[in-house]
C-alpha cells in the first residue's frame, strides 16, 4: 500500500501554532487486529529535520516495544529528517493487569482510546535516549506556545470485542463517571469559594491565595465521602 498523504490530515491542537502535518503515513486505518499487532511506516516530507512524537492512550492498546510507557500512555519519538522513514506497531495489551496510570492527563473518553502524532522543527544533535532525557521513566512532554506544530490525531477501534474486552469497558465506563463527577464537583465548589472571596473584602486585598486553603480542605473533607 502506497503512503497516504498526511498533509491532508492536519488537524488543530489547543496552545499552538498549527502547521501541516508534513508526514506521510502507510495507513490511516487505526481498527486493531486481535491477534496480531498492525505495522505503520511514517515518511518526513518537510524540508528540515523534524522531531516527531507518536503517542498512544488507551486502555486497550499500545505502541509495542515504546520508547517511553506510563499506564494508559505508551510513546515512540524520532528525528527525522525530509524522505526519511520510521517504523512502529500498535497492538493489544495484557488486559489481566490493566493500569489506569496517567488516566487524568490523557483524556481519554473510550477505553480503546486514539492515537497522535505530533512533530516540530528539531533542535537535536541525534536521535539517542540522552538527547530527548536522560529518565526513560518519564513521558516526553510538548509544552503549550511551542510555534509551527504539526499534529493529527486519530480514534482507535478494535477488530473484534472480547468479553474481556467488555468487563474493561465496564470498569472504564465506572472510572470515567467518576472522573466527570469529581471534575463537576470541583468546578463547583471552585465557583463558589471566587464568590465567597469576591464578597470579602479582606480575602480580596489579599489576592485569590484563601482559594489554595479552602479548596484543599474541601479535597480533603468531600472528595472521601462523596466520591468513593
Not at 468546578?187 to 489579599?206: F, L, T, V
Request: proline share 3%; aromatic share 10%.
Amino acid at each position: 500500500m502506497g503512503l497516504d498523504k498526511g498533509k491532508q490530515q492536519t488537524a488543530k491542537k489547543p496552545g499552538f501554532n498549527c502547521k501541516p502535518f508534513e508526514f506521510e503515513i502507510s495507513s490511516t486505518k487505526f481498527q486493531i487486529p486481535n491477534d496480531k499487532p498492525l505495522k505503520y511506516t511514517l515518511k518526513c516530507t518537510a524540508d528540515e529535520k523534524q522531531d516527531v512524537i507518536i503517542q498512544v492512550h488507551s486502555v486497550f492498546f499500545e505502541i509495542v516495544g515504546a520508547r517511553r510507557k506510563h499506564g494508559v500512555t505508551s510513546q515512540e519519538f524520532h528525528v527525522l529528517g525530509k524522505n526519511e522513514e520510521m517504523t512502529f506497531e500498535i497492538g493489544l495489551k495484557d488486559l489481566t493487569n490493566v493500569s489506569y496510570d496517567n488516566f487524568e492527563h490523557a483524556q481519554l473518553a473510550s477505553a480503546a482510546g486514539f492515537i497522535t502524532f505530533t512533530h516540530y522543527k528539531s533542535s537535536r544533535d541525534d536521535d539517542s535516549d540522552a538527547s530527548w532525557g536522560p529518565n526513560k521513566n518519564l513521558l516526553i512532554v510538548i509544552t503549550d506556545g511551542m510555534e509551527e506544530v504539526g499534529f493529527w490525531k486519530k480514534k482507535l477501534s478494535v477488530e473484534t470485542e472480547t468479553d474481556e474486552m467488555k468487563k474493561v469497558k465496564e470498569e472504564f465506563g465506572v472510572k470515567l463517571e467518576g472522573e466527570k463527577k469529581y471534575e463537576e464537583i470541583d468546578k463547583m465548589e471552585m465557583d463558589r469559594m471566587r464568590k465567597e472571596i469576591g464578597k470579602n473584602q479582606s480575602a480580596r486585598d489579599d489576592g485569590f491565595a484563601p482559594i489554595k486553603d479552602m479548596h484543599k480542605k474541601y479535597l480533603k473533607e468531600k472528595y472521601e465521602c462523596v466520591i468513593s
